[in-house]
């Protein structure tokens, strides 16, 4: 059973746009949104995290926009650089752990 | 630097074979959890320790074990590996409530 639903798959954007990953849930009880930068052969990091209780976090370029009716919430990226190429993650958690998008791979071009 | 550290980062095991991927942590945190991530794919729990207590997830096979000797220490065992079980494993950990996991970088699996 997928907990959360993350779309698109694929992302392609030129430097210096922006790029907008979007997920969406169900279980109204989970309580800590977090989005998770993962380069190829490393580890996910955390990049950004919301509680609900609050419709946007910003931090430098990344924004988290989050929609308690709609049950979505979704990552900008503004002024998107090439070194954002990345594999992006979604995350819920209501309890531990999380449970994870099945990812966005961002490509930045040049 | 408090980091998350698996070895090794690279391991070939024979199908059959009996294999371990350790992890250690320096960031005193009581949870550690094992992720299995396939290519293209999202990490996918295996099974994860809060403090001595053992949390398997429904869906991990039998063939995949885990000891957590001390704090610091976390150990992944495949018993039989088969070519299906090539993957990513990454260990994380938290304190407590997985607000802020820690990825180690993991150790990339393959069986020939």
């Known amino acids: ?110 | 630097d408090a980091m998350v550290i698996q070895n090794p980062r690279y391991q070939v095991t024979q199908f059959g074979k009996p294999v371990t991927l350790s992890c250690s942590q320096t960031l005193n945190h009581n949870v550690m959890y094992w992720y299995q991530q396939k290519s293209s794919q999202a990490p996918k729990l295996l099974f994860h320790y809060y403090d001595k207590d053992f949390n398997n997830e429904a869906d991990t096979p039998d063939n995949f074990q885990s000891r957590r000797p001390n704090t610091s220490f976390c150990f992944l065992d495949i018993r039989s590996p088969g070519l299906g079980d090539a993957a990513m494993y990454l260990c994380a950990t938290s304190r407590d409530a997985p607000l802020g996991y820690t990825f180690g970088s993991g150790t990339r699996l393959t069986v020939v």
């Open chain 1, 1 to 110: 059973q997928q907990q959360v639903k993350q779309s698109p798959q694929s992302l392609i954007v030129q430097k210096g746009g922006i790029s907008i990953i979007n997920c969406a849930y169900e279980n109204t009880a989970f309580d800590y949104f977090p989005w998770y930068q993962q380069f190829p052969g490393k580890g996910p990091a955390l990049l950004i995290a919301i509680r609900p209780d609050v419709s946007e976090k910003k931090e430098g370029r990344f924004t988290i926009s989050f929609n308690k009716s709609a049950k979505q919430f979704s990552l900008h990226i503004m002024d998107s650089q090439p070194g954002d190429s990345a594999t992006y993650f979604c995350a819920v958690l209501l309890s531990c752990p999380v449970a994870f998008g099945s990812g966005t791979q961002l490509t930045v071009l040049p």
